[in-house]
């Protein structure tokens, strides 16, 4: 119990490291964005609804068992469905940032983009830390079809891009989806410098050779 206290403690402080870091730097405005972390008995700490990341109290984050029941702390964030559809496909993931940062949501409302795979590989540390892409449909905030539509691209994708709304990125740690995040938006912001220009991206055997 002891342990359990103690890595608690130390998730609750650094969601509030990160969350500040990202709103600092203009990734997550106002209260936008979501964070959570997977402790190891299954349970999650997440950021409250109606928070802003930059002035989280690690203290009063809201604290979930894994079926997303609420225990403890404030009320969780209304997008709890969307951190847990990713914990319940993918078992290897410590932790899922949700954002609504400028590039990525602007990627997210142009037409005629792949919905499989929204960007090509601009960059070996794109490709590493998020793959392909894939753009789930645009659904309204809270309805459950957004939350199966996740949940069944979570199976083969760590990363996704929700329509007119802004990424979802899990990881084995907060800092490993915490850099896959940031690394899709600073792509997100090279694709949209680009617009027009020929471009020379990595070819499919270089990406596939990155991807493992």
């Not at 990341?53 to 609420?70: E, I, K, T, V, Y």
């Not at 899922?96 to 929204?118: E, F």
Request: aromatic share 4%; glycine share 8%.
């Amino acid at each position: 119990m002891t342990g359990l206290l103690s890595e608690a403690t130390r998730m609750r402080d650094l969601i509030a490291d990160v969350g500040k870091s990202l709103f600092d730097r203009g990734l997550s405005p106002g209260s936008t964005g979501n964070i959570s972390v997977r402790l190891s008995d299954g349970s999650l700490l997440m950021t409250p609804t109606n928070a802003s990341l930059g002035a989280l109290d690690p203290a009063r984050l809201s604290h979930l068992d894994a079926q997303c029941n609420h225990l403890s702390g404030d009320k969780p964030t209304k997008e709890a469905f969307l951190h847990s559809c990713m914990y319940c496909q993918r078992a290897s993931a410590g932790a899922v940032v949700h954002l609504h940062s400028t590039h990525s949501v602007a990627l997210s409302v142009l037409a005629d983009l792949d919905p499989q795979d929204l960007l090509p590989p601009l960059t070996a540390y794109y490709v590493m830390r998020v793959g392909r892409l894939p753009l789930i449909p645009y659904f309204a905030p809270g309805d459950l079809d957004l939350a199966l539509a996740v949940e069944k691209t979570a199976a083969s994708h760590h990363a996704m891009l929700l329509s007119n709304h802004g990424p979802v990125v899990a990881g084995a740690t907060l800092r490993d989806a915490q850099y896959a995040t940031e690394e899709l938006e600073e792509t997100a912001r090279l694709y949209l410098l680009l617009d027009g220009k020929k471009i020379r991206p990595l070819s499919e055997k270089q990406a596939d050779a990155l991807r493992g």
